[in-house]
């Protein structure tokens, strides 16, 4: 069986800036990968792919041995892979259970089942006491739970979470997290990418770590942050040596 | 299930949906008044076309500015099929509802590749070409436009919707129009294809990663909403019995269309209902106090009105009724639109 999602020689650049090069790596069923590095480094650029919002310009993408890169977001959505984004996109001029019910609608036609799967997501994601409320008049915490909410209502195989426990107070963080363990539970594959590392690297199994578009080591978690590249990259080259 | 506020919410809506047709459908009876009856119908039918302009601008947050294109087009099939093959007008209207649906699909199908006011700005340009269009083809009247015939050898008829002296059925055949495209309108907010045209209009990025399709969604918008608004077009047709290009397709009806649902409230069932039932009365006042003298102060003191409205309820005079409003940022962009 091929791993879920395989990440083959992918590069993509614009306007002449390459954002990411010639980048491998695969992703198992049931695990969860952390994808780090500095601002710049193509993190998003290579969400971007794998949801099906750019197309690479070489290299391939495929989810359980079908090829995905070229599909438009919505193939993707409906192949099994959710995303949520790094500057909040919610429905703002909806509540926040009809904009888990526009997630569910991607498998459900009608609106009964529909909306008992957005109401049994929102139970899920602690989210059931604010399904009246207007996205807009969420805290960014809540709206940042309210994409994953919609994400999950999809049915994804696999959750691309980008930035999602960043500008979050620590304990906002702390309940973040739990929810991501939940979704692991739910054997949802997820991909993160974050900034905080001291959150991200005892949830992930396994770490990318890129700069300037290029992979520069894959790896358990504790592994990655003694690698000198690695320190190189994020601190400079007199710490390197340390 | 258990119920949800939306299931209630729907249930509400249908009960006094039912409610206002009922007092809608006596409404007219006491009054002997033509003038005032009139007043009526027009207000009804409008409520009617700013609900079908709604599908598309309002829920599908798409600003056209060439719906009275798809009236035109509306009024002219069924005028043209009664008049060149005596196909009566109830027939017609659906002709002329099939005719606007396509008309909307021919001219969602460029102009959906732009978006926001680009889009609006090409349907503009649209609508002013189908009107030089039909001022300049012979075929169909041209600029003298078309006289509707009294059939007389068939009398007052509902099948062929006319009637010689009594225009009180014209106030029912508007008002089953309205009523229609209100529970259009109803049927949507509860579907799919409403929750996904609402995502649409609020962040079409993120509508995609949920396996919303956003061109086919914006054309199923438009193919209800012109089909719909050329029904409206052709039983105006019917009602005043001559059309020409500058009564049914000129460029400010595009305007008067989509204004009572911007001002009522956009998105909103209850909006096009609102905003017709002051805009309509209100503008018939002006002229008829304060117009006829040439110097246009009707129209000064309609369009101050207008402005007033807006910039005071920016999210729709429904807002006032105690409607839940969804839209405030896309009610202040049509508004501005």
Same mark, same amino acid.
């Given at each position: ?120 997501? #929102? ?28 994400? #999950? ?14 500008? #979050? ?20 594959? $997820? ?23 290029? $992979? ?7 592994? $990655? ?18 | ?22 007092? *809608? ?13 009139? *007043?009526?119908?027009?207000?009804? !039918? ?9 599908? &598309? ?7 056209? &500015? ?18 060149? *093959? ?15 649906? &396509? ?5 969602? /199908? ?38 509707? =015939? ?7 008829? /509902? ?5 010689? %002296?009594?225009?009180? =059925?014209?106030?029912?055949?508007? !008002? ?13 907010? +509860? ?25 086919? @969604? ?6 209800? @909403? ?18 020409? =290009? ?6 400010? !009806?595009?305007? *008067?269309?989509?204004? =009572? ?8 069932? /209850? ?32 369009? +101050? ?5 807006? &910039?005071?309820?920016?999210?729709? !005079?429904?807002?006032? %009724? ?7 940022? +896309? ?7």
């Amino acid at each position: 069986m091929p791993p879920l999602l395989e990440v083959d020689r992918v590069s993509k650049s614009f306007g002449g800036v390459a954002a990411n090069v010639d980048i491998s790596f695969d992703v198992h069923e049931g695990e969860i990968l952390g994808l780090i590095g500095p601002n710049g480094a193509g993190k998003t650029s290579l969400f971007n792919s794998v949801s099906g919002e750019v197309t690479p310009d070489a290299g391939e993408i495929r989810l359980a041995g079908q090829r995905v890169s070229g599909l438009r977001p919505e193939q993707c959505s409906l192949l099994g892979i959710a995303r949520t984004f790094q500057v909040v996109r919610s429905f703002d001029s909806m509540t926040v259970l009809e904009n888990v019910m526009v997630g569910a609608y991607a498998r459900l036609s009608r609106t009964r089942p529909a909306m008992a799967r957005a109401l049994e997501t #929102l139970e899920f994601t602690g989210l059931a006491a604010r399904a009246d409320t207007l996205a807009h008049s969420l805290t960014p915490a809540e709206k940042r739970r309210l994409e994953v909410a919609r994400a #999950l209502a999809t049915k994804p195989r696999l959750l691309l979470l980008d930035e999602m426990l960043t500008g #979050l107070t620590p304990v906002e963080a702390q309940s973040g997290v739990q929810l991501i363990r939940d979704v692991l539970a739910r054997g949802i594959t $997820v991909i993160m990418v974050e900034h905080v590392m001291e959150v991200l690297l005892p949830l992930v199994h396994r770490a990318v770590v890129l700069d300037l578009g290029r $992979v520069l080591t894959i790896g358990a978690p504790t592994e $990655v942050v003694h690698n000198p590249d690695v320190i190189r990259a994020y601190l400079g080259d007199r710490y390197a040596a340390a | 299930m258990k119920e949800t506020s939306i299931t209630r919410r729907r249930r509400h809506e249908l009960i006094i949906g039912a409610a206002l047709l009922l007092v *809608l459908a006596v409404l007219p009876l006491p009054i002997r008044d033509v003038y005032t009856r009139n *007043l009526i119908i027009i207000t009804v !039918l409008f409520a009617g076309l700013a609900q079908a302009w709604n599908i &598309l601008g309002g829920y599908c947050g798409q600003i056209s &500015l060439s719906h009275a294109l798809y009236f035109g087009v509306g009024a002219y099939v069924s005028t043209l099929l009664l008049t060149r *093959l005596a196909i009566p007008p109830t027939f017609g209207m659906f002709a002329g509802g099939a005719l606007g649906g &396509l008309m909307a699909l021919l001219v969602g /199908w460029p102009c959906f590749r732009l978006s926001g006011h680009y889009y609006a700005i090409a349907t503009v340009v649209v609508g002013e070409i189908g009107y030089l269009l039909f001022l300049n083809w012979d075929w169909v009247g041209g600029a003298t436009g078309i006289n509707i =015939p009294y059939v007389r050898s068939v009398g007052d008829s /509902w099948l062929w919707l006319q009637f010689r %002296i009594d225009k009180l =059925p014209y106030h029912y055949a508007a !008002l089953a129009f309205a009523s229609v495209a209100w529970l259009v309108a109803w049927l949507i907010e +509860g579907s799919r294809w409403g929750f996904v045209w609402r995502a649409v209009k609020d962040d079409p990025v993120a509508a995609r990663s949920l396996a919303v399709r956003i061109f086919p @969604s914006k054309m199923a918008a438009a193919a209800i @909403s012109g089909a719909l608004t050329g029904i409206g077009g052709a039983i105006y047709a019917q009602y005043v019995g001559y059309i020409d =290009p500058d009564s049914v397709m000129y460029g400010q !009806l595009s305007i *008067l269309i989509p204004l =009572p649902a911007v001002l009522g409230g956009v998105g909103t069932l /209850w909006g096009p209902l609102v905003g017709a039932a002051v805009l309509i009365p209100l503008s018939e006042l002006t002229r008829s106090y304060l117009g006829g003298s040439g110097s246009g102060v009707d129209l000064m003191i309609y369009g +101050g009105l207008i402005v007033v409205v807006a &910039l005071a309820r920016p999210q729709g !005079l429904a807002s006032l %009724i105690g409607v839940r409003v969804r839209a405030p940022a +896309g009610a202040v962009d049509a508004a501005a639109a």
